[in-house]
């Protein structure tokens, strides 16, 4: 999968999947990614990429030319399946979204800064608006980290059948159970007893009954969820 990232702040997003598993996952080759400065595709030799916005008002606004000829430029070597920009107000991110992202096989990720992007690039060029959340963050960078990680993992390929993403929280739709290493007698405090006994069937039933007690407890709505 090739991931290919703009943003005026590259630097950003230099460590996040230098490390562990993405990290792997590159050398492995299962995931490339890109890093785009945009002011690559900067209007003048004041590497200006952002203008004041029409109308008045704080906060400068990355301009279309920049992003359009970025775009264009990077479209010449890649047909992209998603063209996303990282918004809060976009779609709220989630596993589902991240499994469906995760079988593509060209994503662009586009960050925006300041008060955001011209919006004609979003209606012209954007095919999906992505918000990690309900806060602001100043850039789309480190929405974009946490997508590019969620994604990365589920690649076939990335994780090993341990770490299989397939027993992650959220998957189904629950939480994960509670998990316990050595030793089983902490400062007084034990490992339930169900682990240690060694019988694989009675692990898994406590498992999922403690996935949908967790489930309950902290997070109702996701039982209702398709
Ligand atoms: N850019 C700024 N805030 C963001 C958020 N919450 N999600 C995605 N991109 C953003």
């Known amino acids: ?72 430029e990077l ?6 399946d998603e063209i996303i920009f990282l918004t809060p107000d976009g779609e709220l991110f989630n596993q589902k979204i991240a499994n469906r992202l995760s079988l593509k096989e060209n994503i ?15 209606q012209k060029y954007v095919t999906k608006e992505i918000s990690i959340g309900d806060y602001v963050l ?15 993992r589920l690649i076939p390929g990335v994780l090993n059948d341990e770490t299989s993403a397939l027993f992650d929280s959220f998957q189904d739709n629950l939480l994960a159970p509670p998990v316990y290493t050595r030793p089983a007698d902490f400062r007084g405090n ?18 999922t009954e403690q996935s949908l007690l967790r489930t309950k407890e902290r997070r109702p709505d996701l039982l209702s969820e398709e």
């Not at 479209?75 to 992209?80: H, L, R, T, V």
């Not at 034990?190 to 498992?207: A, C, M, N, S």
């Open 1 to 72: 999968m090739n991931i290919d990232i703009l943003t005026v702040v590259p630097e950003l997003l230099d460590s996040p999947f230098s490390h562990s598993i993405l990290k792997r996952a590159r050398e492995k080759g299962l995931l490339n990614v890109h890093l785009h400065n945009l002011r690559k595709w900067a209007i003048n030799k004041h590497m200006q990429v952002d203008d004041y916005q029409f109308g008045g008002g704080a906060g400068m606004v990355l301009m279309p030319e920049p992003l359009a000829n970025a775009i264009d």
């Open 75 to 80: 479209q010449k070597d890649k047909k992209f």
């Open 108 to 122: 662009l990720l586009i960050c925006g800064h300041y008060k955001g992007i011209d919006d004609r690039i979003r």
């Open 138 to 152: 100043s850039g789309g960078e480190l929405a974009a980290a946490v997508v590019v990680d969620a994604i990365g």
């Open 190 to 207: 034990k490992v339930p007893e169900i682990l240690l006994q060694g019988d694989p069937k009675k692990v898994e039933e406590w498992r």
